[in-house]
């Protein structure tokens, strides 16, 4: 277990003891729990896809399932997606993306976080698509993402294959949609009503709500 955890590059810290379940209302944690058994859905190599806005806990929740099932004897790997999209297309410039999909097959469960962070130079290749097409109904993904389905036309090259690419994502896929105010900002909210700290209003920009600019990411 021990070479598992080293291998799945979690983020630190973040479990499912430590996640708040109400704050995301909309997940049930015995859904969740029911997933983190592994049995019935990483066998058949089924999907999970979390939707919401930035600091709604979709990292965490993704690292802290990953963690839950290498404790039970799965096999997790967690990548930002578009470092991982940067290792495959340097890989098939070196001819060898057969081999980087393959050494990824080992892996029970492959966590791609903020898919829509790809950027429009990395969606030129395809290499997303072939790692989708090549896990598709083996190998389960656990996805998170800042936007829904129909903002996903920049990360692949064209229509047909942004197209393909979701009907073969949400075919066998379960979809938690956690639309919730961020976390933090919450948590800072939350400090100030009950009169500790700083009013929020001094740490945090005035616009909240709208998504921060992030690397990659274009503005909303
Ligand atoms: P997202 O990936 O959706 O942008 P994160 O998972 O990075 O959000 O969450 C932002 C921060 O808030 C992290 O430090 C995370 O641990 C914390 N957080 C978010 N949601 C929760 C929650 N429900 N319970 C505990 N901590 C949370
Ligand atoms: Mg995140």
């Known amino acids: 277990m021990e070479r598992h955890l080293g291998e799945a590059k979690l983020l630190p810290g973040k479990t499912l003891e430590n996640f708040d379940f109400e704050a995301v209302p909309m997940i049930s944690k ?26 709604g806990g979709k990292s965490h929740l993704g690292s802290a399932i990953g963690l839950t099932l290498i404790e039970k004897g799965w096999r997790v790997l967690f990548a930002r997606t578009s470092d991982l999209v940067q290792k495959l ?43 989708i097409s090549a896990r598709y109904e083996r190998r389960s993904m656990l996805i998170t993402a800042n936007q829904p389905f129909g903002e996903w036309g920049k990360i692949f090259p064209d229509p047909a294959m942004t197209l393909a ?6 075919h066998h896929a ?27 209003t001094y740490a945090t920009p005035k616009n909240v709500g709208v998504p921060a600019p992030r690397d990659n990411q274009p503005e909303t």
Not at 36 to 50: F, S
Not at 165 to 170: E, G, I, K, P, Q
């Open 89 to 131: 297309q340097v890989a098939r410039r070196e001819l060898a993306l057969e081999a980087a999909l393959a050494s990824l097959e080992r892996f029970d469960l492959l966590i791609l976080d903020d898919i829509t962070y790809v950027t429009k130079d990395q969606a030129e290749t395809s290499v997303l698509f072939e790692l």
């Open 174 to 200: 379960t979809i938690f949609e956690m639309n919730v105010e961020s976390y933090r900002r919450r948590a800072a909210l939350e400090r100030k009503q009950h009169g500790a700290g700083r009013p929020a």
């Open 30 to 55: 015995a859904q969740v729990s029911a997933l983190c058994a592994g049995d019935g859905w990483l066998e058949n190599g089924a999907n999970l896809i979390l939707f919401g806005p930035p600091g």
């Open 165 to 170: 690419a979701v009907d073969r994502l949400v």
